[in-house]
């Protein structure tokens, strides 16, 4: 059964790092694409990154580049999205979820990689908190 499940958050102080990791795809992993998306209160869920079945492509949000690193453990069926310089706006809900060409019809790509709706497995997601 495919569920993921996040782990790795926390509070931390602006400025501060954390790893965020997602594991539970079993047997889909490796030949999966990975988004990360968090969502604050009262705002709609947005993109953070997301990372090729490969590794080979990786793709972010403008807010999050140069700070945020998504990368995956083939052999840990785990994917992984290092938050560093953090800031107070970067507080939220962070989700982890499985890319599926079945369901968009469309395959992985830049333009395809922040669609929400082409994504079918999320987890429950780990709080990530911030302050100033």
């Known amino acids: 059964q495919v569920q993921p499940v996040e782990s790795g958050g926390g509070l931390v102080q602006a400025g501060g790092s954390l790893r965020l990791s997602c594991a539970g795809l079993g047997r889909t992993f490796s030949s999966v694409a990975m988004g990360w998306f968090r969502q604050a209160p009262g705002k709609e869920r947005e993109f953070v990154a997301a990372?090729?079945?490969?590794?080979?492509?990786?793709y972010y949000a403008d807010s999050v580049k140069g700070r945020f690193t998504i990368s995956r453990d083939s052999a840990k069926s785990t994917v992984y999205l290092q938050v560093s310089s953090l800031n107070p706006d970067d507080t939220a809900l962070y989700f982890c979820?499985?890319?599926?060409?079945?369901?968009?019809?469309?395959?992985?790509?830049?333009?395809?990689?922040?669609?929400?709706?082409?994504?079918?497995?999320w987890g429950q997601g780990t709080q990530v908190t911030v302050s100033s």
């Open positions: 990372i090729s079945w490969n590794g080979d492509s990786t």
């Open positions: 979820a499985r890319y599926s060409a079945y369901v968009s019809g469309r395959s992985f790509s830049s333009s395809t990689a922040p669609l929400l709706s082409y994504y079918d497995y």
